[in-house]
T-cell receptor, first 116, second 110 residues
Framework: GAVVSQHPSWVICKSGTSVKIECRSL??????MFWYRQFPKQSLMLMATSNEGSKATYEQGVEKDKFLINHASLTLSTLTVTSAHPEDSSFYIC????????????FGPGTRLTVL | AQSVTQLGSHVSVSEGALVLLRCNYS??????LFWYVQYPNQGLQLLLKYTSAATLVKGINGFEAEFKKSETSFHLTKPSAHMSDAAEYFCAVGSDKVIFGPGTSLSVIP
């Protein structure tokens, strides 16, 4: 149980276009989901916390107008990279909180974004 | 504020040797601590977690970690390394959100 999926697994786009990445909790409801980005050979950096039915909470330094997050249901959160540029190329990983008494996050397999 | 440091960005061990990956944390509240493993171009897999129960935590694939409050450490060990253990390992601390350490790349030499 507790499976999180991401779609697409990889995407290549032209500079200036927008890309949407989906994160789904397949067998549980997640009131909270998280979005991370990971550059090559680096750690995961938390971008934002996505709460179902409310606005996302962004970490310091993350442009909320560039990285649009929507958490419209208890099983789906989306990250849209608007007007993507080559420097946005990265590995984007989402996670969903099972919401038990202690923190337990389940991670998706990640989405590789390449902006040409 | 919470933070994690991992001593050694790269560790090499011989197959069959002890694996020791170091993790120290900083937390103003009793921490939840995690170790994750990541294989190339894949997401993260939880190895084990500490949630204020037993200080010695056993995880999957023969890994275990010991929580030492006095040392603010949560080092990961495995008695005998396998080739399949070669991967990136992340220590993390968190409660409402998880903060990751910089990671340690483990190489296993045949």
């Amino acid at each position: 149980g507790a499976v999180v999926s991401q779609h697409p697994s990889w995407v290549i786009c032209k500079s200036g276009t927008s890309v949407k990445i989906e994160c789904r909790s397949l067998d549980f409801q997640a009131t909270t989901m998280f979005w991370y980005r990971q550059f090559p050979k680096q750690s995961l950096m938390l971008m934002a916390t996505s709460n179902e039915g409310s606005k996302a909470t962004y970490e310091q330094g993350v442009e909320k107008d560039k990285f649009l997050i929507n958490h419209a249901s208890l099983t789906l959160s989306t990250l849209t990279v608007t007007s993507a540029h080559p420097e946005d190329s990265s590995f984007y990983i989402c996670s969903a909180n099972l919401g038990s008494s202690y923190n337990e996050q389940f991670f998706g397999p990640g989405t590789r974004l390449t902006v040409l | 504020a919470q933070s994690v440091t991992q001593l050694g960005s790269h560790v090499s061990v011989s197959e069959g040797a002890l694996v020791l990956l170091r993790c120290n944390y900083s937390s103003s509240v009793p921490p939840y601590l995690f170790w994750y493993v990541q294989y190339p171009n894949q997401g993260l897999q939880l190895l084990l977690k500490y949630t204020s129960a037993a200080t010695l935590v056993k995880g999957i694939n023969g890994f275990e970690a010991e929580f030492k409050k006095s040392e603010t450490s949560f080092h990961l060990t495995k008695p005998s390394a396998h080739m399949s253990d070669a991967a990136e390992y992340f220590c993390a601390v968190g409660s409402d959100k998880v903060i990751f350490g910089p990671g340690t790349s483990l190489s296993v030499i045949p």
